[in-house]
């Protein structure tokens, strides 16, 4: 649900972002043209018979085997990863952004120390809302021009660019209830922090802690999708420079609801993902932090919309861990997410 608190800002600063062009969040459907052998060969062995911390951990490496963390590798290797989380904005996600913020510097450390050979990073966060703000822009009208107990919110200038009101964009300036309320200091110059940022936990702590002022019907699949296309990838876009081909991708999508605001289906979300990699659906990994109300003893309360939509998706890719958005901290669920993207690494072979 949708709090309806007044956010506390810093002064806005102008920020150009170039495209202002809606993300192709609604490419579901369309996406479904793709070829169906995209998905041949994809299964899902998950068991969702448990609720302790480890067992609501599912992990998936795909119905060969390679996936095992101690056979070696087949490939080349990666030599770069790109790291997209969504993350859910609502207003009962609070809780869970300061969980995942905690569980990131050990989760980053831990693949610096893991994949040595693969120290060339992308990281972007993108929230479920397009909207940027929060309450504020809807009460400025009433109150003369400025928000109440917030007189620098930056009511007659809008947002720094269209990019921050595009679902998908990479987020450097969480604004709203239990946000940053701050431009995060991206060194590498766009929507996104890179291997050249000094202190890569705090930057993803600025971002990462998108609020709660987002729209109480999430659309975190078309964020996902939106912050893959092709239209805020090319020149001038939103996400520019952000997926690279060389480079295997990892998601990480946080929401405690089912998608009921996202277009299309799980089908055609997979295959705008995969889309995005060229079709290689094994230089994707996916993580789901996701309800669990499909195991026995589930720690997400009993009133959450089960996730089936959403468990579908996650299941569909080969390489793929579903944990409970309820624990109180992710890190076991990082620990295990590690060892699944080493071994992505060590089987990747870039395109050409």
Same mark, same amino acid.
């Given at each position: 649900?949708?709090?309806?608190?007044?956010?506390?800002?810093?002064?806005? %600063?102008?920020?150009?972002?170039?495209?202002?062009? =809606?993300?192709?969040?609604?490419?579901?459907?369309?996406?479904?043209? $793709?070829?169906? +052998?995209?998905?041949?060969?994809?299964?899902?062995?998950?068991?969702?018979?448990?609720?302790?911390?480890?067992?609501?951990?599912?992990?998936?490496?795909?119905?060969?085997?390679?996936? +095992?963390?101690?056979?070696?590798?087949?490939?080349?290797?990666?030599?770069?990863?790109?790291?997209?989380? %969504? $993350?859910?904005?609502?207003?009962?996600?609070?809780?869970?952004?300061?969980?995942?913020?905690?569980?990131?510097?050990?989760?980053?450390?831990?693949?610096?120390?893991?994949?040595?050979?693969?120290?060339?990073?992308?990281?972007?966060?993108?929230?479920?809302?397009?909207?940027?703000?929060?309450?504020?822009?809807?009460?400025?009208?009433?109150?003369?021009?400025?928000?109440?107990?917030?007189?620098?919110?930056?009511?007659?200038?809008?947002?720094?660019?269209?990019?921050?009101?595009? &679902?998908?964009?990479?987020?450097?300036?969480?604004?709203?209830?239990?946000?940053?309320?701050?431009?995060?200091?991206?060194?590498?110059?766009?929507?996104?922090?890179?291997?050249?940022?000094?202190?890569?936990?705090? #930057?993803?702590?600025?971002?990462?802690?998108?609020?709660?002022?987002?729209?109480?019907? =999430?659309?975190?699949?078309?964020?996902?999708?939106?912050?893959?296309?092709?239209? &805020? #990838?090319?020149?001038?876009?939103?996400?520019?420079?952000?997926?690279?081909?060389?480079?295997?991708?990892?998601?990480?999508? $946080?929401?405690?609801? =089912?998608?009921?605001?996202?277009?299309?289906?799980?089908?055609?979300?997979?295959?705008?993902? $995969?889309?995005?990699?060229?079709?290689?659906?094994?230089?994707?990994?996916?993580?789901?932090?996701?309800?669990?109300?499909? %195991?026995?003893?589930?720690?997400? /309360?009993?009133?959450?919309?089960?996730?089936?939509?959403?468990?579908?998706?996650?299941?569909?890719?080969?390489?793929?861990?579903?944990?409970?958005?309820?624990?109180?901290?992710?890190?076991?669920?990082?620990?295990?997410?590690?060892?699944?993207?080493?071994?992505?690494?060590?089987?990747?072979? /870039? #395109?050409?």
């Amino acid at each position: 649900m949708k709090r309806p608190v007044i956010v506390l800002i810093v002064n806005a %600063v102008a920020y150009a972002c170039g495209d202002s062009r =809606e993300p192709a969040a609604d490419a579901g459907s369309a996406a479904l043209s $793709i070829s169906a +052998s995209l998905g041949d060969g994809v299964t899902s062995d998950a068991s969702d018979d448990g609720a302790s911390n480890d067992d609501d951990v599912v992990l998936d490496v795909g119905a060969d085997g390679a996936g +095992s963390a101690d056979d070696g590798g087949s490939g080349e290797g990666c030599k770069k990863v790109d790291f997209l989380f %969504v $993350i859910d904005n609502s207003g009962s996600m609070s809780d869970e952004q300061d969980a995942l913020i905690s569980s990131f510097p050990g989760f980053i450390q831990t693949i610096q120390a893991t994949l040595t050979e693969a120290q060339d990073y992308h990281v972007l966060v993108a929230d479920t809302d397009e909207a940027w703000g929060g309450e504020c822009p809807l009460l400025c009208g009433f109150f003369g021009g400025t928000c109440p107990d917030i007189p620098n919110y930056p009511c007659d200038t809008g947002p720094p660019s269209a990019c921050d009101t595009t &679902l998908g964009a990479g987020v450097n300036f969480p604004l709203g209830s239990d946000a940053t309320n701050q431009l995060c200091a991206f060194t590498s110059g766009r929507r996104f922090m890179d291997a050249t940022q000094p202190d890569l936990s705090a #930057a993803f702590q600025c971002a990462a802690k998108v609020g709660s002022d987002g729209d109480g019907n =999430e659309k975190a699949m078309s964020a996902l999708v939106g912050a893959l296309s092709d239209e &805020l #990838a090319q020149p001038g876009g939103c996400n520019e420079a952000f997926v690279r081909d060389d480079a295997i991708l990892v998601v990480t999508f $946080i929401t405690d609801e =089912e998608d009921n605001g996202s277009t299309g289906v799980p089908e055609g979300w997979y295959a705008n993902v $995969i889309a995005s990699k060229k079709g290689d659906q094994s230089a994707i990994v996916m993580l789901g932090l996701i309800n669990d109300l499909d %195991v026995p003893a589930p720690l997400c /309360p009993a009133e959450s919309d089960d996730a089936v939509k959403l468990r579908t998706f996650v299941d569909m890719f080969p390489n793929h861990i579903r944990g409970s958005v309820c624990e109180p901290n992710y890190n076991g669920f990082f620990e295990q997410a590690v060892a699944l993207i080493d071994q992505t690494c060590d089987d990747f072979t /870039p #395109a050409g």
